[in-house]
């Protein structure tokens, strides 16, 4: 070693200490190792979408392949010829392939890609080459070869692949210092882009899972780095005590999933009683709910608190001309697209040169033996003369040859049998060489219009393999799901009020109310304060609480009612004020901001109520009216940092409880957005109507159900729903459906006469249907008859549905609507009819009433003003007009 690399340092015992850098070795060393850990194991290469460990698994199957099944330990050890690693992760590898369910055809317990099974050992189980991997994998003409890495034999530097096999796959790989994670997508989507991209038209391709499940990817960035997709289980509602889980996420297993909604449980975020798993070819996992628990909030919280929602960020890395480089999804489709071309175009190449090659022989063998020239080789002693009289015998008839005549063609007519040149017939030879001429014309033809022949080769492969690979997962753009909505209220609070705790750890204090660990908690105390905090174990927030509750963000519904006396001896002013926007921890102030400010009454209103209160003033001076009444309804709903109205000037000795209110707010519009499939007030997708506290919607499937139920923003639809609306009790249902135990048609009018209960309105026979339902007063349905045999078709028969049938219970059978065939049955245009008049809420005026107080005799010495200017937010904060920020 240099001795700029050592260094002798003396020692209390006379031995020296040899000191050695290693930078510029561990700096190669390591480039080297990451080189190797990229290029040769972990990230796949663009040109045929394998990684080494694949490749060669696919090229031993291949030299193993007769036809017949081969054990896997078989093709595990002919696969380490090629591969410098042990067994264990060859198998491992061709597991994973063969549970993907393209290239390998499998025999034997292969793992379940659902449970998370593994796979028996490789010596129980067997696998042979798929018919589609034969067909687009392998041309040793065409394939470039390496040696081995013992030099012994050869293989492929890259498969000739002719589709794109590493999207419909998918990969994930981690390398040193890189990553790769490509998802797999649909094998006919694939074969629909890449046609696409041959015509010079756009495309979108979103991955699909064998998981099945539901995707939302509105945030997939085409495969790219900072991209996502999420990803759901399929939950559906088995009855009102247990939900089913029939399709997981990509990445989980029913074992992982029911870790996590047990865990999720646990910690008391959701609330179920137990889980059954009966997965086996199919996912289905039951989800049994205590009673009294929700069905849709529970599968909205096993979205927000378990695996059934998983988020996966997509990094498309790819191994291009020896480096890694990071593309989207749709460049990977147009490079192995045009791999493809290129590749089909190299087969037609050397297969027209086969053909001409056939060609050129089968014509020189005709001229051959047509004119007789082996019979000029029978004077020759050696064979360079031999050669010399075939050469000078053919001369006069080759001129129309594709090429010259080699030694190597003479050659090869010198090896033609007698027996063969005896049995010669000319007309057959003719036909072998016009049906050459003709199979040279259409490769021609194919290289002439490459793009259109790549085109018939993709259409031929969704043809031929394409049945059974439709896409297995939903994409559906989803709701965000607000976890403080549907988590489980797992704890209680309590409120010390006089000192000013409030928590969930004080259970020696007064009961509040149920919520959960994350909620936020909202206070009011006597001095007029105001904040909103996080819940704790325990937390000071005020002396003399008056009200706590849990705060719901951006609750424009909820009206505080406020009576307060501003400062010692002030003036008495009453506000009303709703809480949407806040600063956590922040205090704020109610009243007017004097000192000694004092809360006289307060309410909290959940659907805006408004009360009658009666206001009685001490006996003071010449005042006489010491009693009269408020209503709230009478003042206007402003900001908290509001003064308010004056309700008197002199000191107020209680104020009491009168009436209590009705809600003063106007009608809830609720809208239906079809793409998420969820209720709104946010104004997406098409308007319902307004709703009151006792409307309920009315909803209808096509498998004959129909229910009502309050409009709840948690509700979740059925995929089958045909009817969704306001419910107006009094307005008949009228249907059309096929009986299966009869074999006819039925119609029936009948009205809902059990809010909240889900009945069904036709038979339960399996083969019944609903053909028709309307909600229109006056249906009118136009029924098409079947053309018999032999006899004109019997013309359309229109039925008024309301003069057809009077309304009866839901569960009459209805009468026959026609002994005939049908074809068709459609609604037409309903006939005109004046609903009863109901109250709107346009019927109601909302007035914003002046308050107006007792006259008093000595020249209106208590009359109030009519209205104060609202005080505005310190610091120059917004308030509750929404433009204020949360959190």
């Known amino acids: 070693m240099s001795e700029e690399l050592e260094e002798l340092l003396p020692n209390d015992n006379g031995n020296h200490e040899t000191i050695t850098k290693v930078t510029g070795m561990y700096k190669d060393w390591f480039l080297d190792y990451a080189s190797y850990v990229i290029l040769e194991r972990a990230v796949p290469a663009i040109e045929d979408g394998f990684k080494p460990v694949q490749r060669r698994i696919m090229h031993s199957m291949k030299d193993l392949d007769d036809g017949r099944y081969n054990k896997v330990a078989n093709i595990v050890g002919h696969t380490m010829q090629y591969h410098p690693h042990g067994d264990a992760s060859i198998a491992d590898a061709m597991v994973q392939i063969g549970q993907k369910n393209l290239l390998i055809d499998t025999q034997g317990n292969w793992g379940n890609i659902l449970t998370g099974d593994s796979a028996a050992a490789s010596r129980y189980i067997e696998a042979r080459l798929s018919k589609f991997a034969l067909e687009i994998l392998y041309n040793p003409k065409i394939t470039e070869w390496q040696s081995s890495y013992d030099g ?6 890259n498969l000739p692949v002719r589709f794109p096999l ?48 539901i995707i939302d990817a509105t945030n997939y960035n085409d495969g790219n780095r900072g991209g996502k997709v999420r990803v759901r289980a399929r939950i559906s509602q ?25 865990k999720a449980n646990d910690k008391g975020k959701i609330k179920i009683k137990k889980i059954e798993d009966n997965t086996a070819a199919e996912v289905e996992i039951l989800v049994h709910l205590p009673s009294g628990i929700s069905p849709d909030k529970t599968i909205d919280a096993l979205y927000a608190f378990t695996n059934c929602e998983m988020s996966i960020s997509p990094l498309g890395c790819i191994i291009e001309d020896n480096k890694p480089i990071f593309i989207g999804v749709s460049e990977m489709l147009r490079k192995s697209t045009d791999n493809t071309v290129e590749l089909l175009k190299n087969d037609l190449e050397i297969r027209l040169k086969e053909l001409q090659e056939q060609w050129h022989f089968a014509s020189l063998e005709r001229i051959f033996i047509e004119n007789r020239i082996y019979r000029d080789i029978e004077e020759e002693e050696t064979w360079e003369g031999v050669i010399s009289a075939i050469d000078k015998g053919l001369k006069p008839h080759t001129k129309h040859l594709l090429r010259a005549v080699t030694t190597e063609d003479i050659t090869r007519l010198t090896e033609i049998r007698i027996k063969r040149i005896s049995k010669f017939d000319i007309d057959k030879a003719t036909q072998r060489i016009e049906a050459l001429d003709e199979q040279i014309e259409e490769v021609k033809h194919h290289l002439a219009n490459l793009i259109d022949f790549a085109e018939a080769y993709f259409q031929r492969l969704k043809k031929e393999y394409g049945e059974g690979k439709e896409r297995k997962t939903e994409i559906r753009v989803f709701d965000d799901v607000d976890a403080t909505k549907v988590v489980i ?25 149920d919520c959960s660990d994350i909620d936020d908690i909202i206070v009011f105390t006597q001095e007029g304060k105001m904040m909103v905090t996080k819940v704790e174990s325990k937390t000071f927030v005020g002396k003399n609480i008056i009200h706590v509750a849990v705060f719901k963000k951006k609750d424009s519904r909820t009206v505080y009612n406020l009576i307060y006396r501003d400062g010692k001896g002030g003036a008495t002013y009453i506000k009303r004020f709703s809480v949407t926007s806040i600063t956590r921890d922040r205090e704020y102030d109610l009243t007017n901001g004097s000192k000694s400010s004092n809360v006289l009454y307060f309410s909290a209103n959940p659907n805006g109520e408004a009360e009658i209160v009666t206001v009685l003033l001490r006996q003071v001076g010449s005042v006489k009216k010491l009693k009269w009444d408020i209503d709230f309804a009478d003042i206007l709903i402003k900001g908290r940092g509001s003064k308010g109205n004056l309700v008197t000037k002199y000191s107020v000795k209680r104020i ?43 909803i209808i499937t096509q498998s004959g159900i129909v229910k009502t139920i309050i409009p709840e923003l948690t509700t979740r639809f059925d995929n089958d729903m045909i009817v969704l609306e306001k419910w107006v009790p009094k307005k008949p249902i009228s249907a059309i459906y096929f009986d299966g135990g009869k ?40 029924v098409e008859f079947t053309k018999e045999r032999g006899k004109d078709r019997k013309p359309n028969m229109q039925v008024d549905l309301e003069n057809f049938i009077s309304v009866k219970g839901i569960s009459a059978l209805g009468n026959q609507l026609t002994k005939e065939k049908i074809n068709q049955i459609s609604l037409l245009d309903p006939l005109p009819f004046e609903p009863p008049k109901e109250l709107s809420a346009n019927d109601i005026e909302v007035v914003e009433a002046k308050m107006v107080a007792p006259q008093e005799s000595d020249a209106n010495k208590d009359a109030p003003a009519v209205d104060s200017d609202t005080a505005a937010e310190p610091n120059g904060e917004v308030d509750e007009t929404g433009q204020a920020s949360l959190f």
Not at 152 to 157: L, Q, Y
């Open 238 to 262: 088995r009855d009102k005590n247990s939900l089913v889980i029939t399709e997981i996420p990509f990445a989980t297993t029913t074992s992982s999933l029911i870790d996590s909604i047990l």
């Open 743 to 782: 074999e006819r048609y039925f119609v029936k009018r009948f009205l809902i006469e059990n809010e909240g209960r889900e009945e069904t309105f036709i038979s339960d026979h399996p083969n019944s249907q609903l053909e028709i339902v309307s909600t229109d007063w006056r249906p009118v349905a136009d």
């Open 656 to 698: 009491e409880l009168k009436e209590k209110g009705v809600s003063t707010l106007k009608p809830r519009k609720i809208w239906f957005d079809d793409t998420v499939q969820r209720l709104n007030v946010d104004e997406r997708g098409e308007l319902i109507g307004e709703f009151r506290g006792e409307d309920r919607l009315l």
């Open 166 to 213: 590493l999207l419909a796959q998918g990969a994930e790989g981690i390398a040193v210092g890189l990553s790769t994670k490509i998802l797999p997508h649909n094998f006919l989507e694939l074969i629909d882009a890449s046609i696409k991209h041959l015509r010079g038209k756009r495309f979108t391709l979103v991955p699909d899972f064998p998981t099945s499940g």
């Open 152 to 157: 012994r034999r050869k293989e492929p530097i």
């Open 489 to 513: 209220r797992n704890t209680k609070l309590y409120v010390n009020r006089a000192e000013g705790f409030v928590g969930t750890g004080m259970r020696r204090e007064e009961y509040v109310c």
